[in-house]
């Protein structure tokens, strides 16, 4: 079965540092996700992705964190310069359709220091 | 602000008896509805979802059921089975104005052999 897939599951990262959160979708989905958990919190929207330009964005995603779809099949979330309470799960998502069933990855977990 | 809501952040059933997870929406444009399962240290899993223009949906052993006139739905598993323990999310969506979809807090569910 399809899934979508995420790199690194874990890391690690110095307070100010940048990281790069990898995903590679479902190969036949047209709209791509991230959204995130901070531990014990609610899964939260941070952003949706279409046709190479961001769609909708939530107040979350600021000016530190960017997408990009580099290559036709990995979509990564950057963020530029990490805080504290940037530590959370990330999930990346893709769907066939706008907001239909959307499909998740398993996660990268980013603890910062 | 929340949007969806779900008032129990835990529910403990008894293997064979019925699940039954509740969700509260505030806003009146929501007009899709989904619930998505998640095991530890995994993403988000799709369940079921509704449209507005219907008030009950089923597939196996779940059956989402949406009251519009309430804004409240609910997703009843029967029979329900060790393997069903996770968290629930309740999700909701503008589909027709492609707004985002916004996640509830989750209900843990445990179901004990």
């Known amino acids: 079965e399809p899934e979508v897939t995420q790199t690194p599951s874990h890391q690690v990262t110095q307070m100010g540092q940048e990281v790069i959160l990898r995903c590679v979708p479902i190969?036949?989905?047209?709209?791509f996700y991230w959204y995130r958990q901070i531990l014990g919190q609610k899964v939260e929207f941070l952003v949706s992705?279409?046709?190479?330009?961001?769609?909708?964005k939530s107040e979350i995603f600021d000016d530190q964190f960017s997408v990009e779809r580099p290559d036709g099949s990995n979509f990564t979330l950057k963020i530029r310069s990490t805080k504290l309470e940037d530590s959370a799960m990330y999930f990346c998502?893709?769907?066939?359709?706008?907001?239909?069933?959307?499909?998740f990855g398993e996660g990268s977990r980013l603890t910062v220091l | 602000d929340q949007q969806v809501k779900q008032n129990s952040p835990s529910l403990s059933v008894q293997e064979g008896r019925i699940s039954i997870l509740n969700c509260d929406y505030t806003?009146?444009?929501?007009?899709?509805f989904l619930w998505y399962k998640k095991y530890p240290a995994e993403g988000p899993t799709f369940l079921i979802s509704?449209?507005?223009?219907?008030d009950k949906n089923e597939d196996g052993r779940f059956t989402v059921f949406l009251n519009k006139s309430a804004k409240h739905l609910s997703l009843h598993i029967v029979p329900s089975q060790p393997g069903d323990s996770a968290v629930y999310f309740c999700?909701?969506?503008?589909?027709?104005?492609?707004?985002?979809?916004?996640f509830g807090p989750g209900t843990s569910l445990s179901v004990i052999p």
């Open positions: 806003n009146s444009m929501f007009d899709y």
């Open positions: 999700a909701a969506s503008e589909r027709t104005s492609y707004d985002k979809v916004i």
């Open positions: 190969s036949n989905h047209l709209y």
């Open positions: 992705f279409y046709n190479n330009e961001i769609s909708e």
């Open positions: 509704i449209s507005s223009i219907k």
């Open positions: 998502a893709s769907s066939e359709a706008h907001w239909e069933e959307l499909f």
